[in-house]
Nanobody, 123 residues
Framework: QVQLVESGGGLVQAGGSLRLSCAAS????????MGWFRQAPGKEREIVAG????????YYPDSVKGRFTISRDNAKNTVYLQMNSLKPEDTAVYYC????????????????WGQGTQVTVSS
């Protein structure tokens, strides 16, 4: 089992920045792909960033490309999501996920999920 705990969410004005962190514990291993997803009220959960086990490969959908950056520190079992130029439409609960894969996973087919952290962007 892998436990994931997100932190860093909050309220920010449009154009501002936030940095989310996701700490992994339990049966952690470097051969996990990690991802960040978000879910707004009434909408489906969508991926906003993915990263492979080494950090060499990343994925972003067009909606956040150029604004969000995912990174990981395997020594600390932590993955980060730096969010810049935030927009009101970025408001959602953000979830961290881990999947047993050496490559980036771009679908919701992850094995473990965190509880989520709320991000609210005011206009």
């Amino acid at each position: 089992q892998v436990q994931l705990v997100e932190s860093g969410g909050g309220l920010v004005q449009a154009g501002g920045s936030l940095r989310l962190s996701c700490a992994a514990s339990g049966r952690t291993s470097v051969d996990y792909a990690m991802g960040w997803f978000r879910q707004a009220p009434g909408k489906e959960r969508e991926i906003v960033a993915g990263i492979n086990w080494s950090g060499a490969n990343t994925y972003y959908p067009d909606s956040v490309k150029g604004r969000f950056t995912i990174s990981r520190d395997n020594a600390k079992n932590t993955v980060y999501l730096q969010m810049n130029s935030l927009k009101p439409e970025d408001t959602a609960v953000y979830y961290c996920a881990a999947g047993r894969s050496f490559v980036v996973i771009t679908t919701p087919q992850y094995d473990y999920w965190g509880q989520g952290t709320q991000v609210t962007v005011s206009s």
